[in-house]
């Protein structure tokens, strides 16, 4: 449930194996393998952008997400999230498994430790840490 908590962070990188945490002030900062860093703030309207892509996404009327790249987050009535991309046509699903780790159908895998810190390994960032 943690990583449901921590705000809004779809698909901010194609990077791969990701930390994340939340910082003092309630924003997510993350840094990746691959040297990649950023830190992804909320506004006053619910947005999120992300310091290193400029990405910012929106929550519309219906309750799913969108990017400003056009990439598309819904929640199913089982509580998976599917991340649509229609720039290539690519579709993620992501789940919660037994253990409380989120796994995402092109293998990516993400658990937090005891600090609160979310581990992930793979190509995709989890939509959770949007808030999704």
């Keep these: 449930m943690a990583v449901l908590l921590l705000g809004l962070l779809f698909q901010t990188v194609q990077a791969t194996d990701c930390t994340y945490?939340?910082?003092?002030?309630?924003n997510t900062r993350?840094?990746?393998d691959?040297?990649?860093?950023?830190t992804l703030r909320k506004d006053s309207l619910g947005n999120v952008r992300d310091s290193q892509s400029g990405t910012t996404w929106?929550?519309?009327s219906l309750g799913n997400v969108r990017s400003s790249e056009g990439t598309t987050y819904r929640?199913?009535?089982l509580g998976n999230v599917r991340v649509s991309?229609?720039?290539?046509?690519?579709t993620v699903t992501w789940r919660?498994?037994?253990?409380?780790?989120l796994r995402s159908s092109d293998g990516t895998t993400c658990r937090t430790n005891s600090l609160g810190?979310?581990?992930?390994?793979?190509?995709?960032?989890p939509p959770a840490l949007l808030g999704q």
Excluded: A, I
Excluded at 21 to 26: A, F, P, Q, T, V
């Design 34 to 38: 691959d040297g990649k860093s950023g």
């Design 117 to 125: 810190q979310v581990r992930c390994d793979g190509p995709s960032t």
């Design 96 to 101: 919660k498994d037994s253990l409380g780790n």
């Design 58 to 60: 929106r929550k519309e």
């Design 75 to 77: 929640k199913d009535s």
């Design 85 to 90: 991309r229609p720039s290539t046509g690519d």
């Design 21 to 26: 945490r939340k910082d003092s002030l309630g």
């Design 30 to 32: 993350y840094q990746c």
